[in-house]
């Protein structure tokens, strides 16, 4: 199994730009998540699903932040406009099914908002 | 609102030197204690869960321990390639859904 898969690796923009995020989770997963990592505050969860529908997007920071996961191999995180506080790590992570605590995580995308 | 907190922030031993890194936690109903590993520019490697009060887990070099309060991950004889960030986190309430701490840097030196 090839893992989570995110893309692009990193992503550098100008602040008001639109980003999207791409991730594939594990194939049979059911569960699927989205968080933030930054050297202040660590890991953040922003969102997650389970079997396609989301579930909690309470750590989702603000309006200009969207995710969907239109079928049980593909979501996107998307940010519209972007600011330079965006910047950290997004990552991706997928679990067996929503009381499986086990996380596989995705290799993250890098984001540098100027 | 649940916290968990890491100490050190950072950690250098030397190989053979052995330590523990500290996860204290505050949250209401713990479901379960995770400890993960985390390699520069990579995600998160699961390590261990603990789900009760005195609950042991080993991993080669590793132990993880929980009390009511706090978990610890012992590092016996550390080796160079035992050097990474350490995570603890929190489950609670909704299944799935992790309150992580910002972690341990340990380099490990020859």
């Known amino acids: 199994d090839a893992g989570v898969i995110q893309s692009p690796r990193h992503e550098v923009t100008e602040m008001g730009q639109e980003v999207t995020l791409r991730c594939k989770p594990i194939?049979?997963?059911?569960?699927l998540f989205w968080y933030r990592q930054t050297m202040m505050r660590g890991l953040e969860l922003l969102i997650y699903?389970?079997?396609?529908?989301?579930?909690?997007d309470s750590g989702m920071p603000e309006d200009r932040f969207s995710a969907k996961m239109p079928n049980a191999s593909f979501s996107t995180l998307k940010i519209q406009p972007s600011e330079p506080r965006d910047s950290a790590v997004y990552f991706c992570?997928?679990?067996?099914?929503?009381?499986?605590?086990?996380?596989?995580f995705g290799s993250g995308t890098q984001l540098s908002v100027l | 609102e649940d916290q968990v907190t890491q100490s050190p922030e950072a950690l250098r031993l030397q190989e053979g030197e052995s330590s523990s890194l500290n996860c204290s936690y505050t949250?209401?109903?713990?479901?379960?204690l995770f400890w993960y590993r985390q390699d520069p520019g990579k995600g998160p490697e699961f390590l261990f869960t603990?789900?009760?009060a005195g609950e042991e887990k080993e991993k080669e070099r590793l132990k993880a321990t929980l009390t009511k309060k706090e978990s610890f991950l012992h590092i016996t004889a550390p080796k160079p390639e035992d050097s990474a960030t350490y995570l603890c986190?929190?489950?609670?309430?909704?299944?799935?859904?992790?309150?992580f701490g910002t972690g341990t840097r340990l380099q490990v030196t020859l």
């Open positions: 986190a929190a489950q609670t309430g909704t299944a799935s859904k992790l309150t």
């Open positions: 603990l789900y009760s």
């Open positions: 949250v209401s109903g713990l479901r379960g």
């Open positions: 194939s049979g997963h059911n569960s």
């Open positions: 699903f389970n079997n396609n529908v989301p579930i909690d």
């Open positions: 992570a997928s679990s067996l099914h929503s009381t499986n605590e086990k996380l596989f």
